[in-house]
């Protein structure tokens, strides 16, 4: 089955700062989700993004399915950002990758 | 629009012993899932179903999980009996799903998830 790296595995930020998180998928995707685990445990949707970009306020994503990768874009980030940002491949078999553990700092 | 509903939040049992799980999706979603959160690590997808049936249990270890979504709404995981290594957050999810096709997954909806420790 297709095969999902994130990359960094750890960032550590200071209040303001901007970052870029990366997910590379081992074949081609069309069906691609990201999410935020808030330091509760909660699943937060952030992006449904199959393809292109799509921007919510300080947070942006982009899906290259040809390229086989998706970067999310934190911005002006806040110690609320804090937590594990998670992609997803949505297609069978459904797989998450390991995550990226975001430290914002103030 | 309520969102995905779990109870138990926390679950504290003896390993052998059995537990279950409840999840109410989001009204109108036709696709329900069920995951296994190990600590440090990402969901991994238990179950899915579509209606009230099996589209994918390949990752479910049927020897001791079972699940079911019998009216094709709410859904209950259960385990019996438990091992220490199933201590884990069991977290449900629902999509829409509006393809018509289960095997292409819509966006998905997450509950709080229920916390088990096994002892």
């Known amino acids: 089955g297709i095969q999902v790296e994130q990359s960094p595995p750890d960032l550590i930020l200071q209040e303001g700062a901007n970052s870029t998180l990366r997910c590379n998928f081992s074949?081609?995707?069309?069906?691609l989700q990201w999410f935020h685990q808030n330091p509760w445990g909660q699943l937060i949707n952030l992006f449904y993004?199959?393809?292109g970009t799509k921007q919510n306020g300080r947070l942006s994503a982009t899906t290259v399915a040809t390229e086989r990768y998706s970067l999310l874009y934190i911005s002006s980030s806040q110690t609320t950002d804090s937590g594990v940002y998670f992609c997803a491949f949505l297609n069978t078999p459904l797989v998450f990758g390991k995550g990226t553990r975001l430290s914002v700092i103030a | 629009e309520a969102g995905v509903a779990q109870s138990p939040r926390y679950k504290i049992i003896e390993k052998r012993q059995s537990v279950a799980f409840w999840c109410n999706p989001i009204s109108g979603h036709a696709t329900l899932y069920w995951y296994q959160q190990i600590l440090g690590q990402g969901p991994k997808l238990l179950i899915q179903?579509?209606?009230?049936?099996?589209?994918?249990d390949s990752q479910l270890p049927k020897d001791r999980f079972s699940a079911e979504r019998l009216k094709g709404v709410d859904s209950t995981l259960k385990i019996q009996p438990a091992k220490l290594e199933d201590s884990a957050v069991y977290l449900c999810?629902?999509?829409?799903?509006?393809?018509?096709?289960?095997?292409?997954?819509?966006?998905?909806?997450f509950g709080p998830g229920t916390r088990l420790t096994v002892l």
């Open positions: 993004i199959p393809s």
């Open positions: 074949d081609s995707v069309n069906n």
């Open positions: 999810a629902s999509s829409f799903n509006d393809r018509g096709n289960p095997l292409l997954y819509n966006e998905q909806f």
């Open positions: 179903f579509q209606n009230n049936g099996v589209v994918d």
